[in-house]
């Protein structure tokens, strides 16, 4: 079992920055690859970034040379840093474990979910 708690999210507006964080427990962090996700309201959910454990980075077409995900192994934590944010980035966004290092198909863990929006 992965459990995951995501922070950072809150109301910012468009061009700005914020950056989440997302703190993992119970199994060995470096095991396994993490993702970002977001969902906004009457849309699916949709691919931000996922990161294997030493490296190896892709990101949703929406997101690139934008956003920023990054890990430290050492502390537990995948962030995601978000720069130039639009409107349409508004969304709840989750922090996802894999359950092995290979980002393939949904992940295995969740999040709860934290809410970012951009006021225009």
């Known amino acids: 079992q992965v459990q995951l708690v995501e922070s950072g999210g809150g109301l910012v507006q468009a061009g700005g920055s914020l950056r989440l964080s997302c703190a993992a427990s119970g199994r060995t962090f470096s095991s396994y690859a993490m993702g970002w996700f977001r969902q906004a309201p009457g849309k699916q959910r949709e691919l931000v970034a996922t990161i294997r454990s030493y490296g190896s980075i892709n990101y949703g077409d929406s997101v690139k040379g934008r956003f920023t995900i990054s890990r430290d192994n050492a502390k537990n934590t995948v962030y995601l840093e978000m720069n130039s944010l639009k409107p349409e980035d508004t969304a709840v966004y989750y922090c996802?474990?894999?359950?092995?290092?290979?980002?393939?198909?949904?992940?295995?863990?969740w999040g709860q979910g934290t809410q970012v929006t951009v006021s225009s």
């Open positions: 996802a474990a894999y359950l092995t290092n290979q980002p393939m198909g949904l992940p295995k863990y």
